[in-house]
C-alpha cells in the first residue's frame, strides 16, 4: 500500500533502516466492559504466546513523499508508519516490509504485531525511542482497535479501544500449558466489521466479579481460579461470536483434568489450560490432544504462555501454520519456510 505525504525537514540521514520483532497472543483470558472509576471502559486481558512473530523493517528515505508497504494488503501498517512518521517529525517517507508467521483474523494480534512492530521499526530508523504506553496509543490510531502485545510480561488489564493499560495485575500469569486449536472453518474475523458486544447491566457486574477473581488469580499464581475466569469470559462471549463445539471443549477440559478454557473472543482459536506444576499436565494434555482429535478437530498443538521481551527471530522457523492447521488461511506473504 502506498501513502503520500509532505515532505518536512528532519535530521535524519537520507536513508535510514530500522528493524522490530513483535510476539503476538493466543486470544484472550478476559475480555468485556468494566466499570472502572465511575465509567464503562471496554477492556481486555490477553494470552500471550512466544508461537506467534511478525517483524517489520523499515528503509526511511527523505527524498520521497510516500509510505509503501510490502506486502500492500497491509493498510493498517501503512497508516501506522504515516502516523510514526508524523509524531516523530520524520520528513520524506519510508518503505516498509513486513513478515509474519500467522495470518490475519484468526484472533493472536497478528495486524497489532504488524502495526505494532512498524511503529518501533520506524522510532528505530529514526534514531528514537517510543514507550510502550506512546506505542499503544499510536496503534490504536491506526487501527482503531489493538491488542497489548506492545506490553510483554506484566498480566495488564488493557483498554482495546483507548490504547491504556487500566491495571498491572500481577508481574506474570501462573505457570500454564495451554493445548490450543483452530476452531471453525477456513477463513478470518473482521474484527473491525464486528458490531462491539453490548452487555447487560447484570453481565458488566459479572465482569467486575470476574475481573476481582482474575486480580486473585494472577497475584496468587493460582492457576485453577484463572481457569474458571477464562471458561466464564469464553461462555458469555458465545452470546456475540460463538465458539463452535465450544460446549465439547469445555466436557474435554473437565474429562482430562484441566483448569479452564479460553478463546479468542473475536476469532478462531481456543486453548484448553492446564497448571503446569501438575505433575498429572504432560500425560493429561497428551490425551486432551487425542480427544480434540476424536471430535474433529485436529492439529491441535502444545505451548507455554510465555513471551521473552524481544521475541526470537528463530521463531519463524516454526512450522506454526501448518501444525496448527491454518495453513489453508490466505496469507498474503505466504508459509515462512
Known amino acids: 500500500m502506498t501513502s503520500s505525504r509532505n515532505t518536512e525537514n528532519a535530521a535524519v540521514p537520507p536513508r535510514s533502516v530500522g528493524k522490530d520483532l513483535c510476539a503476538g497472543h493466543h486470544g484472550e483470558i478476559l475480555q468485556g466492559t468494566f466499570r ?22 523499515v528503509v526511511l528515505d527523505r527524498f520521497r513523499p510516500d509510505v509503501v508497504v510490502s506486502p500492500a494488503s497491509k493498510s493498517k501498517a501503512a497508516a501506522a508508519a504515516e502516523i510514526t512518521l508524523r509524531t516523530l517529525g520524520v520528513g520524506g517517507g519510508c518503505r516498509v516490509t513486513l513478515r509474519n508467521n500467522a495470518p490475519a483474523g484468526i484472533g493472536v494480534g497478528t495486524s497489532t504485531c504488524d502495526v505494532v512492530a512498524t511503529i518501533r521499526a520506524v522510532a528505530d530508523a529514526a534514531g528514537r525511542t517510543l514507550s510502550a504506553l506512546e506505542v499503544a496509543r499510536l496503534a490504536v490510531i491506526a487501527e482503531t ?14 483498554a482495546h479501544r483507548e490504547g491504556r493499560v487500566l491495571e498491572v495485575l500481577a508481574a506474570a500469569l501462573p505457570p500454564l500449558l495451554l493445548v490450543g486449536c483452530h476452531i471453525g472453518p477456513v477463513g478470518g474475523v473482521d474484527t473491525l466489521g464486528l458490531p462491539p458486544a453490548r452487555y447487560t447491566d447484570d453481565e458488566i457486574a459479572q465482569m467486575n466479579v470476574m475481573l476481582g477473581g ?124
Request: overall charge positive; charged content about 20%.
Open 36 to 57: 472502572i472509576a465511575g465509567r464503562l471502559v471496554r477492556a481486555l486481558v490477553t494470552l500471550p504466546t512466544p508461537e506467534v512473530v511478525a517483524e517489520a523493517s
Open 145 to 158: 482497535a489493538s491488542d497489548s502485545v506492545m506490553l510483554p510480561g506484566a498480566v495488564t488489564l488493557f
Open 214 to 337: 482474575l486480580r486473585h488469580a494472577a497475584r496468587r499464581s493460582d492457576a485453577v481460579l484463572l481457569g474458571r475466569i477464562a471458561t466464564l469470559s469464553a461462555r458469555m462471549n458465545q452470546r456475540f461470536l460463538p465458539v463452535p463445539q465450544f460446549t465439547e471443549l469445555c466436557g474435554i477440559a473437565d474429562a482430562v483434568g484441566a483448569v479452564g478454557v479460553q478463546v479468542a473472543h473475536s476469532g478462531k482459536v481456543a486453548g484448553i489450560m492446564f497448571d503446569k506444576r501438575d505433575p498429572a499436565t504432560g500425560k493429561a494434555a497428551e490425551l486432551c490432544q487425542r480427544e480434540l482429535d476424536s471430535i474433529g478437530v485436529p492439529n491441535s498443538y502444545q505451548f507455554v504462555p510465555e513471551v521473552p521481551s524481544v521475541p526470537l527471530a528463530a521463531s519463524f522457523g516454526t512450522d506454526w501454520l501448518r501444525r496448527t492447521g491454518v495453513a489453508d488461511v490466505r496469507h498474503p506473504q505466504g508459509v515462512p519456510a
